[in-house]
């Protein structure tokens, strides 16, 4: 991926939010998984990990002919994180659920948030690439808690 046009659409999307975070670029996620961005809040910074958006660009849509725009979709979801100012109270609860019906309602109301913010910050993007990416993104956390809900359901 071009680190010149990832930091071109970083500087972009960080004027139009004014997040006051620390932006760091890798070129992979460390861990087994395919992670494309991660906020921290302890020390209030993005990672993107640039190949990671790469390979889920080629995964959803079978080719990375449209990484830029995906990269710009993935950066305002981590910057919807970083804006959201419910998110330290969520991330508490998270800690402290009783239940895993709750941690799952909690985990996906982090990750809406930051979808909905998202959503605001790019309103020029094309909206059925955004919108197939969302539904890509949240589909773990809502079968979760269908998951977690149906289970409560049974007798």
């Not at 239940?99 to 790019?122: F, M, Q, V």
């Amino acid at each position: 991926m071009n680190r010149r046009k990832a930091r071109q659409i970083i500087r972009e999307l960080l004027d139009r939010s004014d997040a006051e975070v620390v932006v760091r670029l890798h070129n992979h996620y460390p861990g087994p998984r395919m992670i494309g961005g991660k906020y921290s809040m302890g020390d209030r910074s993005v990672t993107m990990y640039l190949g990671e958006v790469r390979k889920q660009c080629r995964l959803l849509f079978g080719s990375a002919e449209g990484w830029r725009t995906f990269f710009a979709i993935v950066f305002a979801h981590e910057l919807g994180h970083a804006r959201d100012p419910e998110l330290p109270a969520l991330c508490e609860r998270l800690d402290s659920c009783e239940s895993e019906r709750e941690r799952s309602e909690t985990a996906l109301r982090i990750e809406e948030n930051a979808w909905n913010y998202a959503r605001t910050l790019i309103p020029d993007i094309d909206p059925g690439m955004l919108e197939r990416v969302i539904d890509n993104s949240l589909l773990a956390y809502r079968q979760a808690v269908a998951d977690k809900l149906e289970g409560s359901l049974e007798v």
